[in-house]
Every structure is written in structure tokens, then in C-alpha cells.
């Protein structure tokens, strides 16, 4: 039947000619439907949708390419079926040949019939849904025949269209093409493709043994190989082989954790890299890279791959690392490094060498494995890709207090002259300084229909316990990636178990708790709650299960070797030697910045990093995402004092970078708390970021009225000011804040929802700030002005709109300021903006606790409320007026 099927397909091919597969082999079924999209550049460029069916491809030219987009209709244009080893097919159709033209894999996997139909039926009816299961494409998809080619007409043309579900897109579905622009097989590009370079496509599904060509798609390899199977031979461990023969995958050891590592002799200690554990797999050049679980992620790091093509035939033990701006691993970059598909700088640290050639060495004591795998490093040159992780036979409290010092996650300590045993073992164990923890997501909240945090937990034997919400760290681009997962992970009930188990909230969804997330945080409450818990990325690598509570180590003070004394110095720092805040070493600790805290007290630069420390979570959330100016003080207040916009040279890698249309330099930006300490340690005092949406510095995300009075206008006017300001906001139907600005006024700020699909513009903002100023100046011209000149201001208050532009900026709620006294600009409920305010008793030293009993702003993301409606509401007033 299949070869049937082949006649038109082998009947436009020379084979002699081009590389493409004949069709001749017999192979074997899968006990699964496959299905490949190839990338085709020949007369035009297209895309090739081929499903598994009845033993050859179904074949579709899709025009444009597919889209995530459910109102695209992307035209697909039916060929002539293809054989099934057409699916490992990429390289170059000769010119002169039918559909010559380069040819890339560029999505691969699984797919499957929707409906009660069978597929045949569906192809016949013209109406044939299916769901895909690939490295890029998810989901339902549907191929309606037109309607014209329903009566059997000479065109076979149908529309490939995407169903709504958790992996579409409203908007710019398209853009899955261009963000994938390699090889799912190779990684190669169309370019490398056509000039005949780089690493040849890698079989999917591949069982092992000789890869002869770029199609081995027969009963033993490739897709055909029965899915699900693990050889028996991985788990043989022969001392040699005649001939090379490599286990496909070993499961991994694993560490147990522990509160301190190992002490006395015996034990070798390694820092431990925040990266994904990677197996890495060398047989005659074709590299295999795969997950502590074996799924293969050899596309994913295509660089390191193409690196490790060099080695001799081996199986490798190690971790994929991001490295940031010194050298330390970096978990937030290696996420966004695989997202965005730039791995190029991605390294890969091997620890332990479990094969050479055909020996099997893991019955061999560690350090003999490193010591050979070492050797094996170094014969195959200096890859800045490929690292060797190197040991210290030394105290492991000294160790890991000096890993804790450059701000590592922790160390792995090794019985030196144990075996490698796959599972958890006692021979391995892993000490954690680093606040970092993996929890499992089993709700997410929104606001107002935007996310807004994770509800996390662990487990705890067979329960599910809940451990806090993780509120921080989620950029556009996370959401974006994030919440299609856990859509298609919705639950009716709570997963959590256990006393402590949240209840359900509004806007609160329960999904099952199968994704892992890794996050940072500030240490465990009394009651085992996670404090200012912050997104770092998902751990696709870990399953849920193995996911369970660990504190992180507390090194002894006591048995340190004598040499190791000044690394284990205690916290009770000498005069003059450098503070650690939130990992950031400040310089100058002592220096007073302000002379007082209106205590008669000087405020030094470890405290301003300490408040930055103690409220940073609450204040986080109002700077992220948008380009913030700092006013350093690096003397105190009695030195000079410098506003500064952009970056400077040797700026904090806890510090964004980010350009902004129409200025060349790039501007900071805070995105992470530990940014805060930071700034602390260049003097920043003050901090005022643009009022845009977060990310997004073209959008204005919030109006800020800033209520700033002359000479001789007392305080309580001030405050009947701003509540005559709330109660006209509110009128207009937009709900505000409001916060003192650390000096003589106040701030009124509304916050705003946004219209995705045409955003306002700071014009309109702007404008519309203008026009409410106006309109309460001319209601009463004795109090209020909206003119700057110094000369008119005695006695009234200044309505100062003019945050409101672009470039503008606004004191961040909490931030300090540069002015005696060590004031902060405090937000305040509307219950405390009454007459005998005070706002000289917020201060650095009273801040903290004050903000640990204030409900203040805790609604301020549920008052959002678009700008558009109230233009028209104030537009119609002043037609009226």
C-alpha cells in the first residue's frame, strides 16, 4: 500500500541525482503517529507539514508557514505523500531537480486524531483535526479542505488553522518562525545548510549505535525504534568491550542535601553551578546531549554539541551553565539564553567521566574518574565551551564559606573513593549558602486579568505542602512563556494538602502541580513560608515529585583548619573591612551619608544597604521594568551630590541595561532586589523611575500628581489638597494612592490599565494630567497654580503634572532622599492622609517596621482602570463647565 502511495512521489526524482530518500527501505511502525515540518527554500520559501499515515507522510506546502494565531488561515497546498524517512531528510535539493532548493527539520514529534472520526474519514470530509506534540508546536490544529476543491477538483488546497487552547496566540502568531530559525536536529541554520557545514541532523529518537547518513530512519533507530524502550545494555557495566559500544543513558547519582558538608577526610568538594545536569554522550563523533531524566536536548545547545564532536568516544557527566559578568553561573541567563536561542556563549562544566571508550570506568573511585577525564579534557584542546570542574581536598566548611563569599549557590562534597551509583546515594552531598530552593506551582493570581504571582509548595512524604507566593521576577517575556503552561495545567481543586493549605480566592486558579520552578528568596519563616520569593525560571530538568523542602547550609564555626581561619571569619566584621548586604560587598561600610535619622545619629552606607534589604520586596514591584535615575551621594549629604540617568563604566551585573528610543546610551533599570544593594554601594540615595508599564517605556503605566507647596502653606492643607485630588480621580472613575514624597508635599498616584492592542500615549497621559491640574486651579485660583515661576507660589500649592511625559520621572514609593533627616517618601493608606500627618517620621530607621504593620497600596495593582474612559468622562465636564 505505501508503496502505492510512493509512485508520484518517486516519479518526479532522479535519485541518482539528489540525496532524498528513494522509499525502497522497509520501515517498521511506530507504535505512535509521527509527524515532521520541514523548512523549504525552493522557488519560494515554505514550510512542509508531513503526518504519519497508513505508512507514508501525508504531505502539505503551507505557504507562510504555520501560525499560533487561531485567526491566521495559513493556505496549505496538498502534495504527494512522502516515505517515512523523508523525516530525518535535511540538506540541499540539487537545482534542475523537483523542488530543489535547501531543506531544513525544523519541528519534529508526535501527533494525534481529534475526534470520533477516523483520519481517513476526516481527510475525506475536508475537516481534519489533530493535535501536535513537537519541540515548537503544541496543541490542537485543524486542515479544512476549500471549498472549491470539495468535489474533487484538479487543486488540493486546504487551510491550516490553529484552535484556541493554552498554546495559542491572539496576536503575531507568526512569530514562533522567526524566533526558531535552526534546526531542531542539527542546530544548524538555512545558510549552514546550504553551504554544507556544521553538524550533520541527528536521528530523533535514535536507540543508539552507528549513525551511517542523515536518514536512518529503519526498525533499529530513528523514530521507527519503538518508543519508551531503554536497551538492556544500559544498564550493563562490562570492565572493556572488543568494540566501542556506549550505554544510550545512565541514570545519574544524585546528592542528598545537607545543613553543613561532610566533615573529616575522605571527601573532595566541588562548587556546585546553577545550570541544567547534562549527560553528554560521544560515539564517533555524533554528540548527545540529555536531561538527568534522558530526554535529549542536543538541539537545544547546538554549540556545545558541535564542541564536544572533538572528544573521543566517552559518556560525560556535567552541568550547562550561563555565566554572567564574573564568571558566576547565572540561572536567570541560561533561561533566557535557551528562550531566545542564543547558547553560543553557554558552557558545559564536566565532573565526572562514566565511560572512555569502550571501559566502563564507573566501578573506579571519583577522583581516579576526574583525574582521566582531565587528561581526556585537555588532548582535545582548549574549548571555552567545554570546562573541567576542579576539587578541593580541603575543609568543606571552608569551601563552601568562601563559594557562599563570591555568591555561589553552594557545593557538592564526594567520598573520594566511592563508586559512581546511579539514584540518590550518601556519597554525594550537597551544601546550599545561596537562598535558591525549587518549589512546585500549584495556583497562579491574577489582578484585574493579569498574572500577578505563583502559589508554590513542596513535598513532604506523599503531601503537597504549601510554602507561599512568589511575587517578583516575572518580565513580559516569562508571563508570555509561562502562562500558556500553566493554562493547559488547570485544576478544579487545590493540589495543596496539609494544615496551612491556601483557600480559594478570586482570580486564584488551581493547576495540577506538575511544573518546577526555581526561585530566590530571603529564608524560611517560623511556620515554613518562603519570604520575598522571587521567579527565576522553569526547571524543565526536575521532575515535581523529587521536589522537597531543604534549608540552606549553616557551616560550623569550629574544626576549620588553621590556614582557612580569615575565610571563616565570624560575622562580627572589623572596623573598615567591607559589608556583605543581599551578596554585595559594600565598600566604606561606616561612612555617614546622612548626619542623622532625626535621632541625632549618623545613617551609614550599610544601613542605607540594609533598609534597601528590608523593604526591597514591597518596593520592587513599583521600579521594575522601567528605566530608574539615582541621585548618589558617595560623600553624604554634605558632599556632591550626582543625578544620574544612564549606566556607568563597570556597572553592577545585578543591574539591567536598557536602551530607550531616541537615546544612544543605555539607562539603569532595577529589576531584582539585590540590585538595590547595588546601588546602595555606589551612595544612591534617592531613586526615581519613569511612571511607564513595566517593560514597556513607550506605555504609561500610571499618573502621578505631585503636590508640592510654597512658602508658608501648612502641612494639613497639603493633605485636604490631596484628598480633593483623590476625590476628582475618583469622580472621573479612576482610583489613587497616595504616598509623601519624603519632603514638604505629597504624590497622588492612579494606576492604569492597559489597552494592549493600541496603547495611549504620553501625549494623551500628559494632556489628560493637564487638563484635571487646570480644572482644580481654576476652582480655586487663591490656592492652586499650575505654573512653575517661584514668584507665584507663596501661600499656594503647585499641581506639578508634568511627571507625565516620557522621560519624566517620580521618587519611588520607599525610596530615601537626599535631604536631612534620612526621610523616605512613605505610602500611606487614605485612613492616615489626614491633618496632623507627619512626615518627618518616616525615616530609614522607622520605615520597616511601620511598612510591617501597613496595609498601605496592598490594593494598588486591583485599581488599575483605563486612562480612555476617563478622558471622556473629564472631556464631557469641561464642555459642561
Known amino acids: 500500500m505505501a508503496n502505492d502511495n510512493l509512485s508520484t512521489y518517486r516519479s518526479k526524482r532522479d535519485f541518482q541525482k539528489t540525496a532524498e530518500p528513494s522509499g525502497e527501505k522497509q520501515i517498521a511502525r511506530s507504535n505512535r503517529r509521527r509527524f515532521v515540518i520541514q523548512k523549504h527554500d525552493a522557488t519560494r520559501l515554505h514550510y512542509d507539514l508531513r503526518l504519519e499515515l497508513d505508512g507514508v507522510f501525508k504531505s502539505w506546502a503551507v505557504t507562510k508557514g504555520p501560525s499560533l494565531d487561531p485567526h491566521d488561515k495559513r493556505l496549505a497546498v496538498e502534495v504527494e505523500d512522502h516515505p517515512l524517512d523523508y523525516g530525518d531528510f535535511e540538506g540541499t535539493i540539487p537545482k534542475g531537480q523537483y523542488g530543489g532548493g535547501t531543506v531544513m527539520l525544523w519541528d519534529r514529534g508526535y501527533w494525534e486524531p481529534e475526534g470520533k472520526k477516523s483520519p481517513e474519514q476526516a481527510l475525506a470530509k475536508g475537516d481534519f483535526k489533530f493535535t501536535l506534540e513537537g519541540e515548537r508546536l503544541h496543541g490542537s490544529f485543524v486542515l479544512v479542505r476549500m471549498r472549491n476543491d470539495r468535489d474533487g477538483g484538479k487543486r488540493t488546497n486546504w487551510l491550516l488553522i490553529k484552535h484556541h487552547d493554552a498554546f495559542s496566540v491572539e496576536a503575531d502568531g507568526a512569530a514562533v518562525l522567526e524566533e526558531n530559525d535552526t534546526s531542531v536536529a542539527s542546530g544548524r541554520t538555512m545558510d549552514t545548510i546550504a553551504a554544507g557545514k556544521g553538524r550533520k541532523p541527528k536521528p530523533f529518537m535514535i536507540k543508539g549505535g552507528d549513525i551511517k547518513s542523515d536518514a536512518v530512519w529503519d526498525s533499529n533507530h530513528g523514530l521507527a525504534a519503538e518508543d519508551g524502550k531503554v536497551e ?14 556506549l550505554p544510550d543513558f545512565i541514570a545519574p547519582q544524585l546528592c542528598q542535601t545537607l545543613e553543613r558538608p561532610p566533615a573529616g577526610e575522605g571527601w573532595i568538594h566541588e562548587i556546585k553551578f546553577d545550570g541544567y545536569r547534562i549527560q553528554m554522550r560521544i560515539l564517533d563523533g555524533e554528540v548527545t546531549l540529555k536531561t538527568r531524566k534522558g530526554l535529549d536536548w542536543t538541539g537545544k545547545y547546538p554549540e556545545i554539541a558541535e564542541a564536544a564532536s572533538a572528544l573521543p568516544d566517552a559518556i560525560i557527566d556535567g552541568e550547562i551553565c550561563a555565566l554572567d559578568d564574573h564568571g558566576a553561573p547565572d540561572f536567570a541567563a541560561l533561561q533566557a539564553a535557551i528562550s531566545e536561542g542564543k547558547t553560543g556563549d553557554l558552557v558545559y562544566f564536566a565532573f565526572d567521566l562514566l565511560y572512555e571508550g569502550g571501559e566502563d570506568l564507573r566501578s573506579l573511585p571519583v577522583v581516579e574518574r576526574k583525574a582521566r577525564l582531565q ?34 549557590e553552594g557545593i557538592v562534597s564526594k567520598q573520594s573513593d566511592a563508586p559512581y551509583q546511579s539514584g540518590r546515594t550518601e556519597s554525594w552531598a550537597k551544601s546550599k549558602c545561596r537562598a535558591g530552593h525549587e518549589v512546585v506551582i500549584g495556583a497562579y493570581a491574577k489582578t484585574n486579568g493579569k498574572f500577578r504571582s505563583l502559589l508554590v509548595g513542596v513535598y513532604r512524604g506523599d503531601h503537597f505542602v504549601y510554602v507561599g507566593r512568589v511575587g517578583t521576577g516575572y518580565g513580559a517575556k516569562k508571563v508570555e512563556t509561562l502562562l500558556p503552561k500553566l493554562q493547559a495545567l488547570e485544576a478544579a481543586k487545590s493540589p495543596f494538602t496539609g494544615i496551612g493549605a491556601p483557600k480559594k480566592e478570586a482570580e486564584v486558579t488551581w493547576v495540577k502541580p506538575k511544573l518546577v520552578a526555581e526561585i530566590e528568596f530571603a529564608g524560611w519563616t517560623a511556620d515554613g513560608i518562603v519570604r520575598q520569593a522571587a521567579f527565576k525560571g522553569l526547571r524543565e530538568d526536575k521532575p515535581a515529585r523529587e521536589v522537597k523542602a531543604e534549608r540552606p547550609a549553616k557551616p560550623a564555626e569550629t574544626d576549620v583548619p588553621e590556614p582557612l581561619a580569615e575565610v571563616m571569619a565570624k560575622p562580627t566584621r572589623r572596623k573598615g573591612a567591607k559589608a556583605e548586604v543581599m551578596g554585595v560587598m559594600i565598600s566604606n561600610p561606616d561612612k555617614p551619608l546622612w548626619q542623622d535619622a532625626n535621632d541625632g545619629r549618623p545613617v551609614t552606607k550599610e544601613e542605607l544597604g540594609r533598609y534597601y534589604e528590608a523593604v526591597g520586596s514591597w518596593m520592587i514591584a513599583h521600579i521594575e521594568g522601567r528605566p530608574c535615575s539615582i541621585i548618589r551621594t558617595p560623600d553624604g549629604l554634605g558632599g556632591e551630590q550626582f543625578f544620574q540617568r544612564h549606566a556607568m563604566p563597570g556597572t553592577s551585573n ?3 541595561l536598557v536602551k530607550v528610543f531616541g537615546d544612544k546610551k543605555p539607562y539603569l533599570q532595577i529589576d531584582r532586589v539585590e540590585g538595590l544593594a547595588a546601588v546602595a554601594q555606589i551612595g544612591a540615595v534617592e531613586l526615581h523611575p519613569w511612571n511607564c508599564e513595566p517593560h514597556k517605556p513607550e506605555v504609561p503605566g500610571r499618573l502621578v500628581f505631585d503636590l508640592d507647596p510654597g512658602p508658608d502653606v501648612p502641612f494639613s492643607t497639603v493633605v485636604s489638597a490631596a484628598r480633593e485630588m483623590r476625590d476628582r480621580l475618583d469622580a472621573l472613575g479612576l482610583v489613587s494612592f497616595c504616598k509623601t514624597t519624603g519632603g514638604k508635599g505629597v504624590h497622588v498616584v492612579t494606576p492604569l490599565a492597559i489597552n494592549k492592542r493600541k496603547p495611549l500615549s504620553w501625549a494623551e497621559a500628559k494632556g489628560f494630567a493637564h487638563d484635571v491640574c487646570q480644572q482644580m486651579a481654576r476652582d480655586n485660583p487663591d490656592l492652586y497654580l499650575i505654573k512653575m515661576t517661584k514668584s507665584l507660589r507663596n501661600g499656594r500649592i503647585f499641581l506639578d503634572y508634568l511627571r507625565n511625559d516620557r522621560m519624566a520621572t517620580a521618587v519611588a514609593p520607599l525610596s530615601p532622599r537626599a535631604r536631612p533627616g534620612a526621610t523616605v517618601s512613605m505610602p500611606l493608606t487614605w485612613t492616615q492622609v489626614k491633618s496632623d500627618l507627619d512626615p518627618k517620621r518616616f525615616t530609614i530607621r522607622t520605615v520597616p517596621a511601620l511598612l510591617s504593620k501597613s496595609s498601605a497600596w496592598e490594593d494598588y495593582c486591583d485599581g488599575q482602570r483605563p486612562l480612555e474612559q476617563a478622558i471622556k468622562r473629564l472631556g464631557k465636564a469641561l464642555s459642561a463647565a
Open 232 to 245: 538492556a545494555r544500559a544498564d550493563r557495566t562490562p570492565k572493556t568491550a572488543g568494540s566501542v559500544d
Open 375 to 408: 587528561s581526556l579534557l585537555s588532548d582535545a584542546g582548549d574549548d571555552p565551551r567545554l570546562g573541567f570542574v576542579e576539587h578541593f581536598e580541603t575543609g568543606g566548611d571552608a569551601v563552601l564559606r568562601s563559594a557562599c563569599k563570591l555568591s555561589l
Open 654 to 656: 545585578l543591574l539591567e
